[in-house]
Each structure stands twice: as C-alpha cells, then as structure tokens.
C-alpha cells in the first residue's frame, strides 16, 4: 500500500484516521497539513509545525499499515539560491526520513517543479543524503516541465525508484497529456522498470482536468492552465483517457515471463545473460531442473522465479509465457511439443533432437500451434557466416561446384568425456561429435549452401578417446546440380583448423580465421574449359579481400531477443525452429551410411535410422534399453558442448 495524501482516502482510512483525531473536511490543522504533501511548503516557512503534523501522519500510516509516505523537498522563491539552502533542504529531509525509518515507514521523494529536487541531479543529492533511507517517485511529466531529459533521469535515478507516476508531458508549453502521447519517454521508462526483477508500483497521477482541491496541493498556475487546455467533459472521462493510456504502455512494455527448463551449463549461461541485462524483453520467472543443486543455484541467482522439479510442473505453472529448452538432446522435441501444448512460445537448443523422426513430429505439431517456436542457431548470427550466405545468395560468381569445410577445431580430452555419465553415449547423447559440437555448423553448411541429395561418410567410433560415439567424421555430399562437398570434424586434432572453401564458377570463396578471402576469375571455368585454345590453360584471375560488417557477435543472446522480438513485435527469428530437421538430416544420413557402408540418399529412411539407433542404444553404456518414449518428467541438468 502506498499513502499519498494528495489524493483521497478510502472509507476504511478515514475511520482508522478518525481514531486518531484526523478529519478529512480540511477544518482542523491535521487535515491541511495531511492534505498537503510533505515537503511542500516554501525553504523559508517554519518546518516545525510541518514535522509535527509529518510525525502524526506516520502514526497514521502505522494504523492503516501503510508502507510508504511520499514527500518533497521544499518550495524556492525565484530569488532563492538553492546553494545558499541546500544543508537545510537535506536537514529537513533527512528529520522526517529519520522519524519514518525508526517507526518502520519509507519515505519517497517526488521531483517537482519549483521544489530543490526538481531536477535529476538535484534529486540524487537528496537522496543520497540520506543515506539509503529515501527512495524515488519518479515523475516523468514534471520533469519534461523542468526540461529535463526524462531518460538521462531515469538512468541517473534508477537505483533509487520505488514507484512512478505514469503521467506524460510537452516540453514546449509543459502541458499535460494521457501517458505516451507526450515526450517524457513513458513507454521507455516503464518497459526499463518492468525489466527489474523486484515490484515497481505506477501509480495514475492524470492531471487531464482542473479538480475540487486543486489549489490546495498544488501552487503552479502554469500547470493549472495546462490542465485547462484539455476538453474532457467530466472528470470520469479524463481519468479514463489517463488509465486506458497507461494500461497500453504497460501492455507493450511487459516483458515475456520466461521458464528455463534446464538449468545445467546452457541454462544457467542464458541466466546469466538475463542478469547482465542482455534480454531486455525477457524475463526469467521461472525454472526446472531434477537436480536440487542447480536449483539451490537458480534459488540464489533468480531468487524470484518459482522452482520445479519437472518439466512438466513449469510448463503447467501459469509463470511463464515462453520457454528456453536446454536439456540433453533426445528430451528437445517431446519438451518442445508439450510446452506447445501448454500454450507456451518456445527456443529449443541445438540440436532439434537425436533422430529426424522424432523431430518430424515435432515440427508437424508446431505447424499447428499458433505459438512461435525458434532454435538455438546462434551462429547464425556471426557476421562472417551472415556475409558467406549473403555472397552465395546474391549468385554473383555462379554456380557451386564444390564445397569444403575442415572443422576440426574441437579438441577434448577424455577428461572432459568422464565428466558426464551421459556423455558421448547413444543413450545420453545419440552421438557424438555430429551431434555435440558440429550441429552449428552442419546447420550452416545447408543454410549457405543448400541441401545435398546423397551423403556417404566414415565415422569413426572412440577413434581418439575411450567412447562409443563417433569422434572423428569424413562426409562426402552430393548436390542435386552435380556439385559435390566434404566435412571433416574430429575432437581429437590439436591445433585443428576452421576453413571453409566454396568453390562458385566464377570463383572459389575461402573463409578462415575471421577473414574472408575470394579468388576471382577473369572468366567463367565453364566458359573458359569450352573456349580455351591450350589443353593446360587456366583462366587469369586475382585475390580479392571481401568487407564484411564486423559486429560484434551476440550470439545466444541475439537468438533469445530476435525470439522475444518476433512474439511482440513480429520482426524475423533467427532460425525457424523447423529448419533444425535440416543439419539434423545430414547428421543421421552421416551416421546410417557409415552403419550401413554405403552411400544414402535423402531424405533418409526414417524408420530404418531409428531401428539402427535402437542397436546402439542397448548397447549403450548409458543405458541397456532402447529408448522408446520420454517420458516429461525425466530431465538431466547438465547440458552443452
């Protein structure tokens, strides 16, 4: 409860107050000096009686409970120098600040025009004076008619914001107008607050229509004949057009109540993200996790957010409006649909799942939610890859020929295969370096260039590390038009290397350490081949630097706010969570041609694919039986690459 004396008391407070000997009629001195805010009397004018009726009003608000008290900071004189009363503003401030804080009451300092706190500095003084005490009303209307810049404010004063008048203003007459519709940066100041996790109160201060009482609280004419420019017909029609205002900007402000199920090394990574203020538009309101530890860690860290056991206990909650999946791999699609079914928006980390049959279904019941399902593509987002597609979409050199990416910059220890009993299992994992570290870039390999139509590969199972998974890859693609394409990855290569080569008719594009690097040719290879004259010609060209924009990378953060983005405002996600089945398919046509010996064609056999991963699971160290349902309710916490 917050008790503003500037306005009217209830019922129930006017008899508690009477207990008191409070009347509210304005006959006795009691109920002047209650209906004049506190601090709102001239630097100059006798303070004791003010503290006087100060202590009695916070008697009162002991009786009605109530926890703040908003005051001011003293009326100035044009000719009063604020330097020549500054120690007295604090002195009296700092009295009334004092009594409240010993009987267990807040004070809350409002900046206002012709008061000493009447601009954002000036404020800040106050309240640092004393010393903690004292928290801020921020008015973002009196400060427009200071002409002062509301968000300059806002970031000066941010720690110390308690509650807000929703309440707007032009800087050019100071008039007032409905929430928004002025230039005191409303809707920005209040999405920045609902961004804090602790409760901020707005309180509806409208200031549309001259009202009974006006003159008693306040001493501005100038704000009087703003008041009067407006043309409500009735004060009922001017507080609507003020509470229809403001509940249009809390609306666009709120953030997305979000639930990170999960809460292992990528979970706890997209908290962290949260906590240094890099999802301005999210919220985390809630986790899960079967582990009590992590738990006691998201208790720690996000103190607020509610806490679960399972799965399935956020994702029935009401707490959250999306939800940021990061568990291990064979829990991302049955997670994703139920969440889905749950009403709830959702980013699933990479990969979409173990086997595209699972992930088929999973995408066919996101077709017919109208929720907004994206995943983790975060390398979507480098500037290098970007400019990579970019060159091949724009076909400026051709056609592909051939397309070449080495990956093998993965080196781990069998140090880091011990620290999980999940790891590198076909029960935990469903893989190993394929479906670890390199569905980033087999995802990026279809984006830039496309899916092939057949895959032939060697995988080679604990060739460097004691495991069962696969931890060194060959693939050898073929391209509908012809082109063809090879993917080397290993986790056992130290130091390894990171090129991609596509080779274009006109050109062969390399891309390595940061730098993108193109040979262009003089004339066509296909041209060239038909019209050469010498059988051991090749055709002149040259070695071009290409520019790209060199951003900095965000990553994660970039894929959760483009998520948060596409559910308020419509704008693009950076992966469809749909296209995860795509880099998916290479992985398990990798894998089945390497079971099988021979080359597969694709779309893969589905079914056969599952049949073969069954064989491997109940051979899996992990666990003996295959893995038939997963069940919501089973979920590991440790989780990344």
Same mark, same amino acid.
């Given at each position: 409860?917050?008790?503003? @004396?500037?306005?009217?008391?209830?019922?129930?407070?006017?008899?508690?107050?009477?207990?008191?000997?409070?009347?509210?009629?304005?006959?006795?001195?009691?109920?002047?000096? /209650?209906?004049?805010?506190?601090?709102?009397?001239? /630097?100059?004018?006798?303070?004791?009686?003010?503290?006087? =009726?100060?202590?009695?009003?916070?008697?009162?608000?002991?009786?009605?409970?109530?926890?703040?008290?908003?005051?001011?900071?003293? @009326?100035?004189? &044009?000719?009063?120098?604020?330097?020549?009363?500054?120690?007295?503003?604090?002195?009296? *401030?700092?009295?009334?600040?004092?009594?409240?804080?010993?009987?267990?009451?807040?004070?809350?300092?409002?900046?206002?025009?012709? /008061?000493?706190?009447?601009?954002?500095?000036?404020?800040?003084?106050?309240?640092?004076?004393?010393?903690?005490?004292?928290?801020?009303?921020?008015?973002?209307?009196?400060?427009?008619?200071?002409?002062?810049?509301?968000?300059?404010?806002?970031?000066?004063?941010?720690?110390?914001?308690?509650?807000?008048?929703?309440?707007?203003?032009?800087?050019?007459?100071?008039?007032?107008?409905?929430?928004?519709?002025?230039?005191?940066?409303?809707?920005?100041?209040?999405?920045?607050?609902?961004?804090?996790?602790?409760?901020?109160?707005?309180?509806?201060?409208?200031?549309?229509?001259?009202?009974?009482? @006006?003159?008693?609280?306040?001493?501005?004419?100038?704000?009087?004949?703003?008041?009067?420019?407006?043309?409500?017909?009735?004060?009922?029609?001017?507080?609507?057009?003020?509470?229809? #205002?403001?509940?249009?900007?809390?609306?666009?402000?709120?953030?997305?109540?979000?639930?990170? *199920?999960?809460?292992?090394?990528?979970?706890?990574?997209?908290? $962290?993200?949260?906590?240094?203020?890099?999802?301005?538009?999210?919220?985390?309101?809630? *986790?899960?996790?079967?582990?009590?530890?992590?738990?006691?860690?998201?208790?720690?860290?996000?103190?607020? #957010?509610? $806490?679960?056991?399972?799965?399935?206990?956020?994702?029935?909650?009401?707490?959250?409006?999306?939800?940021?999946?990061?568990?291990?791999?064979?829990?991302?699609?049955?997670?994703?649909?139920?969440?889905?079914?749950?009403?709830?928006?959702?980013?699933?980390?990479?990969?979409?799942?173990?086997?595209?049959?699972?992930?088929?279904?999973?995408?066919?019941?996101?077709?017919?939610?109208?929720?907004?399902? !994206?995943?983790?593509?975060?390398?979507?987002?480098?500037?290098?890859?970007?400019?990579?597609?970019?060159?091949?979409?724009?076909?400026?050199?051709?056609?592909?020929?051939?397309?070449?990416? /080495?990956?093998?910059?993965?080196?781990?220890?069998?140090?880091?295969?011990?620290?999980?009993?999940?790891?590198?299992?076909?029960?935990?994992?469903?893989?190993?370096?394929?479906?670890?570290?390199?569905?980033?870039? +087999?995802?990026?390999?279809?984006?830039?260039?496309?899916?092939?139509?057949?895959?032939? #590969?060697?995988?080679?199972?604990?060739?460097?590390?004691?495991?069962?998974?696969?931890?060194?890859?060959?693939?050898?693609?073929?391209?509908?038009?012809? =082109?063809?394409?090879?993917?080397?990855?290993?986790?056992?290569?130290?130091?390894?290397?990171? $090129? +991609?080569?596509?080779?274009?008719?006109?050109?062969?594009?390399?891309?390595?350490?940061?730098?993108?690097?193109?040979?262009?040719?003089?004339?066509?290879?296909?041209? @060239?081949?038909?019209?050469?004259?010498?059988?051991?010609?090749?055709?002149?060209?040259?070695?071009?630097?290409?520019?790209?924009?060199?951003?900095?990378?965000?990553?994660?953060?970039?894929?959760?706010? !483009?998520?948060? !983005?596409?559910?308020?405002?419509?704008?693009?996600?950076?992966?469809?969570?749909?296209?995860?089945?795509?880099?998916?398919?290479?992985?398990?046509?990798?894998?089945?041609?390497?079971?099988?010996?021979?080359?597969?064609?694709?779309?893969?056999?589905?079914?056969?694919?599952?049949?073969?991963?069954?064989?491997?699971?109940?051979?899996?160290?992990?666990? &003996?039986?295959?893995? &038939?349902?997963? *069940?919501?309710?089973?979920?590991?916490?440790?989780?990344?690459?």
């Amino acid at each position: 409860m917050i008790i503003d @004396f500037s306005g009217g008391w209830s019922f129930q407070h006017i008899q508690a107050a009477k207990k008191r000997g409070f009347t509210r009629t304005g006959r006795s001195d009691n109920a002047r000096h /209650i209906s004049r805010a506190y601090g709102k009397i001239n /630097i100059k004018d006798d303070f004791e009686p003010h503290f006087e =009726a100060f202590k009695n009003t916070v008697e009162v608000a002991k009786i009605l409970e109530a926890k703040y008290i908003r005051i001011f900071s003293f @009326f100035f004189d &044009k000719e009063d120098s604020y330097d020549d009363y500054k120690e007295e503003v604090f002195r009296r *401030v700092k009295a009334m600040v004092d009594y409240a804080d010993e009987n267990g009451i807040m004070c809350c300092h409002e900046n206002e025009k012709g /008061i000493y706190g009447d601009t954002a500095e000036r404020c800040l003084e106050v309240l640092e004076a004393c010393g903690g005490k004292l928290r801020a009303v921020f008015d973002p209307a009196n400060f427009v008619q200071c002409g002062v810049d509301t968000l300059k404010a806002y970031e000066l004063l941010e720690d110390y914001i308690e509650y807000m008048h929703v309440k707007d203003a032009m800087y050019s007459d100071g008039q007032v107008v409905p929430a928004g519709e002025g230039e005191g940066n409303v809707e920005k100041i209040i999405g920045k607050l609902s961004f804090k996790w602790k409760r901020i109160i707005l309180s509806l201060e409208p200031h549309l229509k001259v009202f009974e009482g @006006f003159d008693s609280l306040e001493n501005d004419d100038e704000t009087k004949k703003g008041m009067d420019k407006h043309t409500y017909a009735s004060y009922k029609e001017s507080f609507k057009a003020a509470a229809d #205002a403001m509940h249009k900007l809390v609306e666009k402000a709120q953030p997305i109540r979000t639930g990170i *199920v999960g809460v292992g090394n990528m979970g706890s990574s997209h908290i $962290r993200n949260f906590l240094d203020g890099e999802m301005s538009e999210m919220r985390v309101t809630a *986790v899960a996790d079967i582990n009590p530890e992590r738990l006691e860690w998201a208790k720690k860290n996000v103190p607020w #957010a509610k $806490r679960y056991s399972t799965a399935k206990e956020l994702f029935e909650s009401g707490e959250c409006d999306a939800v940021i999946i990061a568990v291990p791999h064979y829990f991302h699609p049955p997670y994703v649909i139920e969440a889905l079914k749950n009403g709830l928006h959702v980013v699933s980390e990479k990969p979409a799942g173990v086997y595209t049959k699972q992930v088929r279904e999973m995408n066919e019941f996101a077709a017919k939610s109208d929720k907004v399902f !994206a995943m983790m593509f975060n390398q979507r987002t480098n500037c290098v890859f970007r400019k990579m597609k970019e060159i091949v979409d724009s076909g400026k050199y051709g056609e592909i020929r051939r397309v070449n990416w /080495i990956i093998t910059d993965w080196y781990r220890t069998q140090a880091y295969y011990n620290s999980g009993g999940w790891r590198a299992t076909w029960s935990g994992e469903g893989g190993g370096v394929l479906l670890n570290q390199c569905p980033h870039q +087999l995802d990026l390999w279809q984006w830039i260039t496309g899916m092939p139509a057949s895959i032939q #590969a060697q995988c080679s199972i604990g060739k460097w590390h004691n495991i069962e998974v696969e931890d060194d890859v060959t693939i050898y693609a073929e391209y509908p038009n012809g =082109a063809t394409g090879v993917f080397i990855t290993t986790t056992g290569d130290a130091p390894g290397t990171n $090129r +991609l080569e596509i080779t274009r008719d006109r050109a062969k594009i390399v891309c390595e350490n940061d730098r993108i690097r193109a040979y262009v040719l003089d004339q066509s290879m296909t041209e @060239f081949s038909k019209t050469a004259e010498e059988g051991f010609a090749k055709p002149n060209g040259h070695w071009e630097d290409i520019d790209y924009v060199d951003t900095d990378t965000e990553q994660h953060v970039a894929v959760t706010n !483009a998520f948060a !983005a596409h559910i308020l405002h419509g704008t693009p996600l950076i992966a469809r969570g749909e296209e995860g089945i795509n880099g998916l398919t290479i992985s398990n046509a990798a894998h089945l041609s390497s079971w099988l010996g021979k080359k597969v064609t694709l779309p893969i056999d589905e079914d056969l694919f599952y049949a073969e991963l069954q064989k491997k699971i109940a051979s899996s160290s992990g666990k &003996k039986e295959p893995v &038939k349902e997963v *069940v919501v309710e089973d979920m590991s916490s440790t989780y990344g690459s």
